[in-house]
């Protein structure tokens, strides 16, 4: 069974920091670029971050650069997006999908389920 499995996400203080995990199961993540989405409550979807298959380029959205890092385990078939200094406008939804990247067309394949993330005092 093809899945991607999102993990990761809990309730922190602004300032603090998670990482997020991107697992998947039934098919070799190593090779597609993977994307980072996330959607908050009366907001449209929004790419956050990508990596390409090579591991070689990502991409940022700008509210995140600085911030937020992507990175991919091959042999864990995982893709890890590390956040510090979250704020309270990071809190959504977030999705991990198999993409394009960077974020050139709206092309995805696979997604996860999601995992909230909640930045609050």
């Known amino acids: 069974q093809v899945r991607l499995v999102e993990s990761g996400g809990a309730l922190v203080q602004p300032g603090g920091s998670l990482r997020l995990s991107c697992t998947a199961s039934?098919?070799?993540?190593?090779?597609?670029?993977v994307g980072w989405f996330r959607q908050a409550p009366g907001k449209e979807r929004e790419g956050v971050s990508c990596?390409?298959?090579?591991?070689?380029?990502?991409y940022y959205v700008d509210s995140v650069q600085g911030r937020f890092t992507i990175s991919r385990d091959d042999a864990e078939n995982t893709v890890y997006l590390i956040m510090n200094n979250l704020q309270p406008e990071d809190t959504a939804v977030y999705y991990c999908?198999?993409?394009?990247?960077?974020?050139?067309?709206?092309?995805?394949?696979?997604w996860g389920q999601g995992t909230q993330v909640t930045v609050s005092p």
């Open positions: 039934g098919f070799t993540l190593r090779t597609y670029s």
């Open positions: 990596v390409n298959s090579s591991g070689g380029f990502s």
């Open positions: 999908a198999t993409s394009v990247c960077p974020f050139y067309s709206d092309y995805t394949g696979f």
